[in-house]
């Protein structure tokens, strides 16, 4: 499902960068699109609010369209 998004993003809707941000707790997420070839860009601190808790959010992208199109050779 995420290659079929990635797709979609940079090949039908022409973007230049996607991102992803998910609660640091949640290292399965990482996973998920470290194999997606999305790198990890930062965290930042007590970024959003779940179930009354400030928590903080790691954000994973691929920078550029052209290192999606050299993953998918």
Same mark, same amino acid.
């Given at each position: +499902?995420? #290659?079929? &998004?990635?797709?979609? =993003? @940079?090949?039908v809707l022409g973007? /230049?960068?996607?991102y992803v941000g998910?609660?640091? #707790?949640? !290292? =399965? !997420? *990482? #996973?998920? @699109? !470290?194999?997606? *070839? +999305?790198?990890?860009? *930062?965290?930042?601190?007590?970024? /959003? +609010?779940?179930?009354?808790?400030?928590?903080? !959010?790691?954000?994973?992208?691929? &920078?550029? #369209?052209?290192?999606?199109?050299? &993953?998918?050779?």
């Amino acid at each position: +499902m995420g #290659k079929l &998004i990635l797709k979609l =993003a @940079f090949e039908v809707l022409g973007l /230049e960068r996607v991102y992803v941000g998910y609660e640091v #707790k949640n !290292s =399965a !997420s *990482g #996973k998920v @699109f !470290s194999r997606l *070839g +999305m790198t990890c860009e *930062g965290i930042l601190r007590k970024r /959003e +609010m779940i179930k009354g808790e400030l928590v903080d !959010s790691v954000y994973h992208s691929i &920078i550029l #369209k052209d290192e999606y199109l050299n &993953i998918e050779k």
